[in-house]
């Protein structure tokens, strides 16, 4: 006789950003590890900025995959290399992280 058992895992910390990508390189897009895997934070919006601080890109539900920003803006244009500036909101409450990405073509 064989017996069954059910686990449960509960994902806990932070997400991690990483601030380069390299849309012709080794790093095409920007990776924010974990969002898609801890509970508060799946739920989400993420938002690009230029550095007069217009949105180029905005995605709902980030997940690196499906979700992901390429250096591409949202009217289909590549962005050229520069510093351009993140925001991720969460659903859940969750403080928002901001900061840098460094895109180089």
């Known amino acids: ?3 069954q058992k059910t686990l449960s895992i509960e994902v806990s910390g932070d997400i991690i ?3 380069a990508l390299s ?3 080794a790093n095409p897009t920007f990776v924010v590890d974990y969002i898609q895997f801890i509970p508060e934070t799946q739920k989400n919006v993420v938002t690009i900025f230029d550095r007069w601080q217009n949105p180029v890109w905005k995605g709902e539900n980030y997940n690196n995959d499906s979700v992901v920003f390429r250096g591409v803006a949202n009217n289909g244009d590549e962005l050229p290399s520069g ?3 993140y ?3 969460f659903a859940s409450g969750k403080k928002p992280k901001t900061g840098f ?3 180089k073509r």
């Open 1 to 3: 006789n064989c017996t």
């Open 17 to 19: 950003v990483y601030n």
């Open 23 to 25: 849309p012709n390189g």
């Open 83 to 85: 510093t351009y500036f």
């Open 87 to 89: 925001k991720i909101e």
């Open 101 to 103: 990405i460094s895109l």
